[in-house]
């Protein structure tokens, strides 16, 4: 279910915390589903398990997810800063391929309002 | 923790270790990179106590190792060389581990034997390569040391073979912090089960560097109205480690944090300013250029 790029230049750690985002927002995993351990992720992904133990940190950290010692770890109630900051972080990526690929910033502004008069 | 300072050893009078200065946390998966002969394996058995230094110290736990058995029962040492013990079988690989390491337990030995089906009463020079490999592996988790040092541990072994000796890696990290040094001349082999990374040429560590973290290194193509040169963009307080401009586009490679490098991009007013995070390997490159080395005589990347 959770699968990385290794050949990606984004790192290990990063893409693991993006991936279990996008899981939880797209609703694959709801509120206080189990994820999977440190050790059954890092043996599935091949992945040193520190650097997995280090996104799961920083999930937590975040509210994303929440650890009962013992016990494992779970989804926590899904927040609107998780689904804003995951949004805008999508926006980004597009508008940054979008400039790559050399449409303006005046175009895109100017569809950004076309969007909201369409709407 | 493993703390190494200004380590020197010449061999037959060759200096192969030249003023070493390198720390590893304890708990992590430190990966020794660098071309054959670089001095990998001198500086394991420096690490392991079997070789003793001209000059600086090699600590272990705030130890120095030589000639110290307490120290060295901490550490177990996986060769790179497979020609060892031929006439023994794996049980008797065992015993004779067995009596240097007090925490050796037969219960993680059967458990990881089992896992791998090796043959208790068969010798090791009827073994296959990436067998005689995994009866070592096994028999040195099974000493439960602190420290794991693992020569080309990967090196001839087939991806399912890798697989089964990383999971034995992993579940000694986790169930005892177990530090582990792996050394490689492939930068791709051991990149995904590290968290640290060090560089050796010509006996010295290049540079070191954490390899899970955030991304840090990045590649820029710019373009301003006006003409600069490497040493502005140095003034500026950034990280250049590889500066190139073609015609109008320079390509400038910087270490650092994303958002803080277009902040003091953008003090330059730049027409064009387009950025990609580098893999680890480009990295790798990178770092070696702006040392001074060329790159490609010293990853080997077959």
Do not use: W
């Not at chain 2, 120095?64 to 058995?69: L, M, Q």
């Not at chain 2, 059967?110 to 896992?115: G, I, P, Q």
């Amino acid at each position: 279910m959770i699968s990385i790029d290794l050949q990606s230049r984004v790192p290990i750690y990063e893409q693991l915390y993006k991936k279990i985002t996008e899981l939880i927002i797209k609703g694959v995993l709801a509120e206080n589903d189990q994820i999977p351990s440190v050790r059954a992720l890092a043996k599935e992904l091949g992945v040193n398990p520190n650097t997995v133990a280090k996104a799961y940190q920083e999930l937590e950290r975040n509210n994303i997810i929440y650890s009962l010692s013992g016990r494992g770890s779970f989804v926590s109630k899904i927040n609107d800063g998780t689904i804003r900051n995951y949004i805008l972080s999508d926006f980004d990526d597009s508008v940054n391929g979008a400039l790559k690929a050399g449409i303006t910033r005046e175009e895109l502004k100017r569809r950004i309002d076309e969007v909201k008069e369409n709407d | 923790m493993i703390e190494i300072k200004n380590l020197e050893k010449a061999i037959d009078g060759t200096k192969i270790l030249d003023g070493i200065d390198l720390e590893i946390k304890k708990g992590s998966v430190f990966g020794l990179l660098g071309s054959n002969g670089a001095g990998k394996s001198t500086l394991l058995r420096h690490l392991c106590g079997v070789y003793k230094q001209d000059s600086g110290s090699v600590l272990i736990d705030g130890a120095e190792v030589y000639d110290n058995a307490d120290a060295k029962r901490k550490i177990f040492f996986v060769n790179d060389e497979t020609v060892q013990f031929t006439s023994f079988t794996l049980s008797e690989l065992k015993e004779y581990y067995k009596v240097y390491y007090p925490e050796f337990s037969e219960e993680l030995f059967e458990k990881l034997r089992k896992s791998v089906n090796l043959p208790l009463k068969k010798k090791l020079g009827t073994f296959s390569k990436g067998m005689k490999r995994q009866a070592i592996v096994i028999v040195g988790l099974s000493c439960q040391t602190e420290y794991l040092l693992l020569d080309e541990a990967f090196d001839g072994l087939d991806p399912a073979m890798r697989m089964i000796v990383k999971n034995m890696l992993f579940d000694s990290i986790l169930d005892r912090q177990l530090t582990v040094v792996i050394s490689s001349h492939n930068l791709r082999e051991i990149s995904e089960i590290c968290d640290t990374a060090g560089m050796m040429h010509d006996g010295k560590i290049v540079f070191c560097r954490e390899i899970d973290g955030v991304d840090n290194v990045h590649k820029l193509q710019v373009a301003f109205k006006e003409e600069y040169t490497k040493d502005d963009f140095v003034n500026a307080g950034l990280d250049v480690l590889s500066f190139k401009k073609n015609k109008s586009v320079y390509e400038i490679i910087i270490d650092g944090e994303i958002n803080e490098i277009t902040k003091k991009i953008n003090t330059f007013s730049p027409i064009v300013f387009d950025s990609i995070s580098l893999t680890l390997e480009e990295i790798f490159l990178y770092e070696m250029e702006s040392k001074g080395y060329y790159a490609q005589d010293i990853l080997d990347n077959d």
